[in-house]
């Protein structure tokens, strides 16, 4: 794995590694957004996965239905399969995606958790080499992924390896989307969107794009009215960004900030990496982010417990594709 030099928004390089993590904590306490470059995965690799996303998001609808989500949230979700902001979207998101988690075989003993299994995939005669990719792509993301998290880890004043022990990251739910944006045009004042403004659900996600602008972020979510830009994308970078658990993990002192997709009626492909540490893994304050004059501000909660209630409030239900 290659060494990582993060980016703040405004582009400056940084390699010595204790700047890092000073420009790492300010990204952090700023916007829970960064740039990581150099991070090791060849950019030939990345154009051969967006290559075959896009491959997988060519086929005929009804050979696409054939590998639907399954209750372990693996496979493909249609478009408007998720709603991120119900409360401002008269349809669901204007994407579709394909989800992999970490392939499980069907004699591990942890089978029965909810989010563990093997994967569904589109059979190797119509897509060659499909599963391989995809494979070897989750494997290089989550390395990359406990890279950075050893980087937040001493921003945070822990052990470099407070997250990528085998209680947390050993056994992650660590889950690859595919995503396709058909080319919509979104629409705030109608409830259109590409993707609803949302914060992320875990810990860490690595985001991929191609060209074609359509993320923004809303640093303040309180403000009246809510100030939106866009987040550029950058060649042979992932887009880092922080999610929910964490900002609960820090006592809200690292951010998970409010984002989006709008879509300008262009194709746009991107390959998000969603990282959670393991089921039983206790999500609770750290020590080093509480005191007396700021106590914790949530209780304890399982990760699993955790990240199937999130799954729940913006999924679809699946029978509703039972026709």
């Known amino acids: 794995m290659g060494h990582i030099t993060l980016w703040a928004k405004w582009l400056l390089c940084l390699t010595l590694e204790a700047t890092q993590q000073l420009e790492l904590l300010w990204a952090c306490l700023d916007s829970g957004f960064f740039y990581v470059i150099n991070h090791g995965i060849s950019q030939e690799f990345m154009d051969e996965v967006f290559y075959q996303s896009k491959s997988f998001f060519d086929l ?13 949230h693996r496979g493909y979700t249609p478009l408007f399969n998720q709603s991120l902001d119900p409360g401002n979207q008269i349809h669901g998101d204007y994407k579709e995606g394909f989800v992999i988690g970490i392939e499980v075989p069907e004699n591990d003993p942890d089978i029965e958790k909810p989010l ?7 059979p190797s005669d119509i897509l060659p080499g499909w599963r391989e990719t995809m494979e070897k792509y989750h494997r290089e993301a989550l390395e990359v992924t406990k890279a950075i998290s050893r980087i937040i880890a001493l ?8 997250f ?11 889950t690859l989307r595919l995503l396709h944006y058909e080319g919509s045009v979104s629409d705030p004042m109608k409830g259109i969107y590409g993707a609803g403004a949302h914060s992320d659900f875990g810990l860490i996600t690595l985001l991929a794009t191609d060209d074609v602008y359509g993320l923004q972020i809303c640093k303040d979510k309180d403000a009246k009215p809510q100030k939106w830009e866009f987040v550029a994308p950058l060649k042979g970078a992932f887009i880092v960004n922080l999610g929910d658990m964490l900002e609960r993990w820090s006592n809200c002192i690292f951010r998970s900030t409010l984002h989006r997709v709008l879509g300008n009626g262009q194709e746009r492909y991107s390959i998000a990496y969603f ?8 999500v609770e304050c750290l020590p080093t982010c509480q005191s007396q004059e700021n106590p914790p501000k949530f209780p304890p909660i399982k990760c699993e417990t955790y990240i199937l209630q999130r799954y729940k409030d913006t999924y679809a239900v699946l029978e509703s594709y039972e026709k």
């Open 164 to 174: 990528d022990r085998q209680e947390m990251l050993g056994k992650p739910i660590a």
């Open 275 to 282: 990282v959670q540490p393991s089921h039983d893994c206790l």
């Open 60 to 72: 005929p609808v009804s050979e696409k239905m054939k590998v639907l989500r399954n209750k372990k």
């Open 116 to 122: 563990y299994g093997p994967n569904v995939w589109p």
């Open 155 to 162: 921003a945070l004043n822990l052990e470099v390896d407070f």
